[in-house]
């Protein structure tokens, strides 16, 4: 099996007849009929009036049914989808749209091994979210807190079961339970089997709910109202409480119900994160009202944090527009005129930019992109590494790669949060560097503004502001000296050239002083940090650089990242550069990768070096990768195992 498998069924005479597999992409006969004997109890209590989604731990499985107008039976055809169960998710399954009914009577449906198409999750998000979804996600989520295995809930009309389904997928996950759910949305009749783990939820017409325990009651319906308002600030309170911290279900449990209140009502906070006392402002549309990357320097809902001084803006809507004057070389005001209508007034904001408060009139006034405000806290991501390390080079590679839509192997998309800044660096770095070949200059001293900034999406999940930072070695290295970001980063890339491994000295000192303000900062455990062997065409035929080299995966996979940071480590280890992965024994979460950002030496004049043969850049994507998924860009299983 590959992909997700489809396999059309037809039964004759309905739900009690003999069903008949009259297409299937799996790979023989044999295959086919031990599903369909597996699948046989399901298939004859489902209905077209809902849908069924098994997971079996490792595979999971997706049923529709369709029912031809003229029918007498129950049902006629069913289509069933099989896939790992990282790939066929409940919410995904509960996302797929019901397809043509005459295609499927004409066994037209199939449709390959290729991942079925899913409608956009904004919709059903939507009615999760609203009231009469509230009706039956309540007692759903206080029998599944209680540690119900099989809870049967009424059906009333259609699609309301798949939405409360998908709203007690959805507040399991932010609680940290991680135990399989299982749903069939419309059952003719009760089906209990115990080959299905963790939680099995039916729907059936005219059943009672069961009242759950008082506790567990009050417990949903508080989740369930601030999921309702707002799943993003309910995702960040959680975890910002330390609600996921306790391993077992039971303790979290406990703690979940003695800690919960005080969190709502914005009196309890057991990490020193602010306290929930004020809501976010409303997104425009679900998802887009964005939690912090971490939960220590990140500014209060509603809050942006200048990432220049680090001055909190309260009042961001209020203030005064700004734009950039290049035959002036300055920013002047930009007001927006006032009988602006709603499409012009979107298309003056884009290029618009706001003056931090805190600004003055000496020299240090900054501004910032309107966007930057508008998306939550980002994740803030700086490059290290002493000058001629190569972090410039990794950077304009990396922006290129994203620009080129590479992210999307990985499920990931993104878009600018600021379309002229990104312009910029396309142009001054990007461009020379992958276009024409020529070798960048270092990064310039004293530069306090990021260098590029994205709104990444993973999935079909929200976007998230991606913030990158590109400061000189020389200012990293300076004593005393610090970039403000530091004090709020989330992750760091130290990037490494292997000369300097080679030559055997004691340390970096960039890395000792960035190391030195996270630690004051008191979030060393909260950055992660990718160690990257940089320039590694330089040392292309050692191994295990040169097997690394040659790797292309295109995957998520924590087992991957683990074996390749295990091997650079073990590699800077065997030349007496232990000091260089002090990041990974400070920092929460750390991965180590070998990247080569132009595939090979630059020759000519120093002022005026070019890469004769090209840039071909290898790996430069990974630890972007790595850290998407330590600061929680990425989510899911896999990406929880990522850094050791």
Known sequence: ???????????????????????????????????????????????????????FGSWAVSIRWYTEPSSVHDWDYSVIYIGKVDQLTARYALELPDLDQRAVHASAGLHGTSTPEHAPGEQIEARARSADAATLLVPLLAHALEGERNVTMPWTEPGLPE????????????????????????????????????????????????????????????LVRKFAADPAWLRWALAANGMLDPADDATRMAKLIEVWPG????????????????????????????????????????????????????????LDYYKWDSRREQYVPNPAEEDLNEVQLARHRQS????????????????LPVSYGKFGNPVMLGFVGLTKSGKTHLMATMIGAIENGELQEYGITSRPLDYASHLRFLQDRVEPLMNEGRQLPGTQENVRMFA???LMRAGDGPERPVILFDVAGGDLAKEGESKEFLWIVDGLFFVIDPDFVSTQRVGDKTFSNVLSVVHDSGRSRLVSAAIVLSKADKVRFNEPVARWLRSAERTLDAKEFLLESADVYAYLLTRKAGALTRPYQDCQKATLHVASPTGGPSEGEPEHEIFSRGVA?????????????????????????VGI
């Open 352 to 367: 618009a930019y706001v003056r931090c408060p805190n600004s003055k009139d000496d020299g240090t006034a900054h501004y």
């Open 163 to 222: 939405a409360a389904t998908w709203g007690l997928v959805s507040i399991l996950e932010m609680i940290g339970d991680t135990r399989p759910v299982s749903v069939l949305t419309y059952a003719a009749a009760a089906r209990a089997d115990a080959s299905i783990p963790g939680l099995l939820v039916s729907f059936r017409p005219g059943v009672p709910v069961v009242p759950p325990a008082p506790r567990y009651d009050a417990l949903a319906g508080r």
């Open 452 to 454: 590029d900034a994205f």
């Open 617 to 641: 850049p290898c790996r430069v994507l990974r630890p972007l990768v790595a850290m998407l998924a330590m600061t929680g860009v990425l989510t899911g299983p896999e990406a929880e195992k």
């Open 1 to 55: 099996m590959s992909g997700v498998d489809q396999i059309t069924v037809h039964a004759p005479s309905g739900s009690a007849g003999e069903f008949r597999a009259v297409r299937s992409s799996l790979r023989n006969d044999d295959e086919t009929a031990l599903w369909l004997r597996l699948l046989n109890p399901w298939l004859q209590i489902g209905r077209s009036l809902g849908c069924c989604y098994l997971n």
């Open 263 to 318: 969190i709502e009502a914005g009196t309890t906070d057991t990490r020193g994160a602010p306290t929930m006392t004020e809501q976010p402002r409303q997104a425009t549309h679900p998802g887009t009202a964005q939690p912090p990357a971490s939960t220590r320097g990140a500014a209060a809902p509603g809050v942006v944090r200048c990432p220049i001084c680090l001055h909190q803006i309260p009042d961001w809507d209020k």
